[in-house]
């Protein structure tokens, strides 16, 4: 079962390539601006998560897919790697798989000469980590 913390990192991810949310019914879409700050998302993505949740936006879904974002905060699906370019996907947990990955309809991509979306990172916490490993590497 996807969270609604990784269906909102999912979309996080696809924003950053580019990938809309078709809102209204297909009448109107949200693309933010900016999607990380530091070690959170930015305000603007926040603001857009809240209207995509909002049942007064309608059906909304990820450019490129079918499943409604209200579908895939049910039991029914999971977030998993694609298997082309490794960007969080919708897969059922029962049943057939999402016809296609959003990254079908992006020109080169993967393109691994490009930084890779990410998610937040706490930039302390992965120091740490780091030292943590360079220690563990010298013992």
Known sequence: MATKQEVRGYLAYWFQLGKKVITSNGKASI????????????????????KIIAPESGDCHLEGTQETIAELLTPAWDMVPCGRCSMPVAARNVGM??????????????????PAPREPIKTQDQLKTIRDRLVDNIA
């Open 31 to 50: 693309l933010p601006k900016s999607v990380l700050n530091g070690d959170r998302y930015s305000e603007e993505f926040e603001e857009c998560w809240q």
């Open 97 to 114: 798989p999402a016809l296609l990955c959003p990254c079908n309809s992006l020109p080169n991509w993967p393109n691994t000469e490009l």
